[in-house]
């Protein structure tokens, strides 16, 4: 079972570039989350998404935008690079929200911004 | 405000030891808390989780225990082996919040000596 797959796994970016982490879900999942994780933290809801067509803003959303056209691909876009942005970016999934619904992550994606 | 914490950061015990992790939250209001562990280099993988109109729920070789009157929850992880070295972080919600956020703690690095 591939769950959730994120892509690239590391990347490096210099200041002011832009870029696109890919995630994709097979597990039909309507819910759709990017986290992201800073050394020796706990995660960070950046965006999140209810059903294809459907975001909402997370805790940490300035300088990232998302979109969700398929129930299977939620990418995040960092538009803008900033120091700032050097982190882990986890992205998640469910099949709905509520008690007993357990979140899935994907492997993580390593970003130095420098 | 809310907050999901940890009271120690980092535990090390040896291994068929039982090992304790304990979080404290100050939101009375979250409903629902979650264990993750967390390999290096890997997401979060969920473990067990707990509604708030129970006070312990068991797994296999894990036992989350929550106690609403002082906010504390902990995770009971029996005969503890190599394996089971990671961070674990707890995360709680309220589900009469926004939908997608999940609030994570900082974590507790398990180590576990042979």
């Known amino acids: 079972n591939a769950g959730v797959t994120q892509t690239p796994k590391f990347r490096i970016l210099k200041i002011g570039q832009s870029m696109t982490l890919q995630c994709t879900q097979d597990m039909n999942h309507n819910y759709m989350y990017w986290y992201r994780q800073d050394p020796g933290m706990g995660l960070k809801l950046i965006y999140y998404s209810v059903g294809a067509g459907i975001t909402d803003k997370g805790e940490v959303p300035n300088g990232y935008n998302v979109s969700r056209s398929t129930t299977e691909d939620f990418p995040l876009r960092l538009e803008l690079a900033a120091p700032s942005q050097t982190s882990v970016y986890f992205c998640?999934?469910?099949?709905?929200?509520?008690?007993?619904?357990?979140?899935?992550f994907g492997e993580g994606s390593w970003l130095t911004v420098v | 405000g809310e907050s999901v914490g940890l009271h120690l950061p980092t535990l090390s015990v040896q291994e068929g030891d039982n090992s304790i992790i304990n979080c404290a939250y100050s939101n009375s209001a979250s409903d629902y808390f979650i264990w993750y562990k967390q390999e290096s280099g890997k997401g979060p993988q969920f473990i067990i989780d707990i509604r708030s109109n129970m006070d312990k729920r068991q797994g296999q070789r894990v036992t989350v225990l929550l106690n609403k009157t002082v906010k504390h929850l902990s995770l009971q992880i029996a005969a503890t082996q190599p394996g089971d070295s990671a961070v674990y972080f707890c995360a709680e919600k309220n589900y009469g919040g926004s939908q997608g956020n999940l609030i994570f703690g900082k974590g507790t690095k398990l180590s576990v000596k042979p």
């Open positions: 998640a999934s469910s099949r709905r929200t509520g008690a007993g619904n357990t979140i899935y």
